[in-house]
C-alpha cells in the first residue's frame, strides 16, 4: 500500500538525505522561503509499505492568473514505477483541490526523454508554457580531484581561474545583510538593462536566514573594490550558483571565474559531490534569455543535463486556459 505522510523537520531531513538526486528545491528550509514570501509550504513522505519510496516538497503559489501547486526538481520517486507515480499523481491532485489550486506544476528530476513524455502523458499531465528550476543546466562533478577539474575546464576558463590569482583578484564569503543588499542591487541594476525580473529582496533575505550557514554571498574584490557578489547554496549533496551580480569593474577582471572556482573547491571540502552553474541556455536557442552565460557556465568542464520539460496536470479546465493564455505572452516577453 502506498501511503503519504506529513513530517517534522528531522524526519524530511532524514529522508531527504536518502535521495542523491535531491537538490534545495526539495529541501525543509526552501519550503520554509515560500512561506516567507507568502506562498504556503505542502510536504509529504512517500510510503509504501512503511518503507521510504519518495518525497514531494511542494508550494502553493498565490498568483493573480490563479492559485496553482508547484512541485521543483521532484517529486522525487521511481517514476518507473507505474503504480508509484501514479498514486503519487492522485495525491497531487488532492492536495491541489484541498488548496484551491487550478493546476499541478511538476518538473521531476528525470531526463529529457522521449519515453517520459509518454509516461506525462499517461498521467494526464500536459506539457507546460513555463520552464521551472533549471531545466537546462551544466553540472560539475566534484568527486574528481583538484587538477582534473581544473584539466577538464575549457582552455579559457581555466586561464581566467589563474589569471584571476595571477592580477590579485580575492575571494571571500559572508552571510550579512550588507553583502545581501549589494547583491540585489547589482541584479537590480542588471534586471533594468536586460529586462528581466530579479528575485525580490526578501526572497534573497529569507533564503540566507533559512539555509543558515549552507547559504553564502561570495564576493570577489580587487584592492578593495569589489567586482562581483554571487549566492551559493550549499543543500545535500548539490552546491547551487544561485543568484549573482556584477559591477562595471569586473569587466576588466575574471572576478567571476575566482568565484566558481572557490565555490567548487569549498562544496568539495564539504563532501558534496555536484555544483550546479543552475541554468543554461536549450540547444539551438541563440536568444535564450540564458544565451549570454551560457558559454560561461559551461566552460568549467561540467556535464549538460537535460532535465524533463515541466507538466501540468490540469483540476480546473476553464480556468487553466486563461492562465496557459497569460503564460504563453510571458514566455515570448521573457525569450524563453
Not at 518503507?51 to 518507473?80: N, S, Y
Not at 558534496?272 to 541556455?281: D, H, I, Q
Request: charged content about 30%; aromatic content about 10%.
Amino acid at each position: 500500500m502506498i501511503t503519504f505522510h506529513d513530517a517534522t523537520r528531522q524526519q524530511w531531513q532524514k529522508a531527504f538525505e536518502k535521495f542523491d538526486d535531491a537538490n534545495f528545491m526539495q529541501s525543509w528550509e526552501w519550503g520554509e522561503v515560500q512561506d516567507d514570501v507568502g506562498h504556503e509550504a505542502v510536504r509529504r513522505l512517500i510510503k509504501r509499505n512503511d518503507k521510504l519510496v519518495g518525497l514531494m516538497a511542494c508550494t502553493v503559489k498565490h498568483a493573480k492568473r490563479g492559485r496553482f501547486l508547484e512541485v521543483g526538481a521532484g517529486p522525487l520517486i521511481d517514476w518507473d514505477d507505474e503504480d508509484l507515480r501514479r498514486a503519487t499523481r492522485d495525491e497531487l491532485v488532492k492536495l491541489a483541490r484541498e488548496h484551491g489550486c487550478v493546476f499541478v506544476r511538476i518538473r521531476p528530476q528525470i531526463a529529457d526523454d522521449p519515453a517520459y513524455y509518454d509516461v506525462m502523458k499517461q498521467l494526464g499531465a500536459v506539457s507546460a508554457q513555463m520552464p521551472l528550476a533549471a531545466e537546462h543546466t551544466t553540472i560539475v562533478d566534484l568527486t574528481q580531484d583538484l587538477d582534473t577539474l581544473l584539466k577538464n575546464m575549457r582552455q579559457q576558463t581555466r586561464y581566467e581561474v589563474r589569471r584571476s590569482q595571477k592580477r590579485g583578484v580575492e575571494v571571500s564569503f559572508d552571510r550579512s545583510l550588507e553583502s545581501l543588499g549589494e547583491l540585489h542591487k547589482l541584479q537590480a541594476d542588471t534586471a533594468l538593462r536586460q529586462h528581466f525580473i530579479p528575485p525580490s529582496k526578501r526572497y534573497l533575505e529569507s533564503s540566507l536566514e533559512r539555509f543558515g550557514d549552507d547559504a553564502r554571498i561570495y564576493r570577489a574584490s580587487k584592492e578593495g573594490e569589489t567586482l562581483n557578489l554571487s549566492m551559493i547554496v550549499f543543500s545535500g549533496k548539490e552546491a547551487a550558483y544561485y543568484e549573482a551580480g556584477s559591477t562595471p569593474a569586473a569587466r576588466r577582471e575574471p572576478g567571476a571565474y575566482a568565484i566558481i572556482w572557490q565555490a567548487m573547491q569549498d562544496a568539495k571540502a564539504q563532501g558534496l559531490t555536484r555544483f550546479n552553474l543552475w541554468g543554461v541556455a536549450p540547444p539551438n536557442q541563440p536568444h535564450h534569455r540564458f544565451a549570454g552565460v551560457t558559454t560561461f557556465k559551461r566552460g568549467f568542464g561540467g556535464r549538460d543535463v537535460a532535465y524533463l520539460h515541466a507538466h501540468d496536470i490540469i483540476v480546473s479546465p476553464l480556468r487553466y486556459r486563461l492562465n496557459w493564455l497569460v503564460e504563453l505572452a510571458r514566455k515570448k516577453r521573457r525569450n524563453l
